[in-house]
Each structure stands twice: as C-alpha cells, then as structure tokens.
C-alpha cells in the first residue's frame, strides 16, 4: 500500500535534488528586479569633515586614509536580470551596472566605469545581498572619489 505523503514527499525530494543542480537563473526569475544604489563620495584631505549621512560606511571609508569624506550624490534604480542601469558620475564619468547571477544570498554585478569614450574600470564583484561594495574611483576636486554600490534582492 502506498502512502499519499511518501509519494508527495518523494517528488518533493526529487524536484529539490533537480533544482539544486539548475543554473541561479531559477532563483533570478522569482525576483523581478535588483535594487541597485549608488552613492558617490568626494575623499579628500582638505577637511576634516565627515558628512554623517555616510554613518553607515564609515569604518569602511577610515581604511582609505583620507581626512574628509562627503557624499555628493546617490541614486537608485531597480534593475532587471542582465539588464543594464548606468548612473552619471561627477566629472562626466558613466557607471553601468548589469546583475549576473543570485547564487547563495550573494550577487554578482558586472561594473564599468567610464570617462567618456575611456573606459577606466570594467570588473565583476559579489557582495552579499543588501551589502555593498566601495571602489575606490578617479581623482575629483583635489580628492578622490569614492563610489558605494549597494545592491538588494528582495
């Protein structure tokens, strides 16, 4: 006599064992879209300021030895599976960032910094979800700046 329950748990256990060898595209196609936030920083050591709104990031930014840290712009947009959402950059800089793949609460983002036609920067990076990553960016304004990219699955 067969159980209802150990045939249901059979192909529930079979469905698991399937869907543990699929690509990440099964868990990209249940979330609709990343949540791609940018926040950009002037570092510099002409001041001691550091502007509070950036409380969160802060012993991150302490590590790059600047005096001075003040966000000069942020934005956010949510963007779809290998989509592509580009942000301006002060000093008429691009930043294009495409979501790869959601793999064990980890995404991977391409990123691509450019000065016009120059391409600066072009890498993938894996942070956790609802974390973010800093690069440190070109010189600007007698300091560097410094872009924060967060990215949220939700």
Known sequence: MKLPWKTATRALLFSTLLGAGAPALGAES??????????TILASNQSDEF???????????K????????????????????GKAVFEIPGGRALTVTPEAFRNRQIALKV???????????????????????????????????????ATVP
């Open 63 to 82: 590590v790059m030895k600047y005096r001075s840290y003040r966000l000069v712009g942020e934005e956010a947009q949510n963007v779809p599976w290998k």
């Open 51 to 61: 502007d509070g709104r950036l409380a969160p990031l802060e012993k991150q930014l």
């Open 112 to 150: 691509s910094l450019t000065e016009g036609q120059k391409r600066l920067l072009d890498t993938t990076v894996r942070l956790q979800n609802k974390g973010n990553f800093l690069l440190g960016g070109p010189p600007h304004e007698g300091g560097a700046l410094v872009i924060s990219i967060w």
């Open 30 to 39: 249940a979330a609709p879209a990343v949540e791609i936030k940018i926040g």
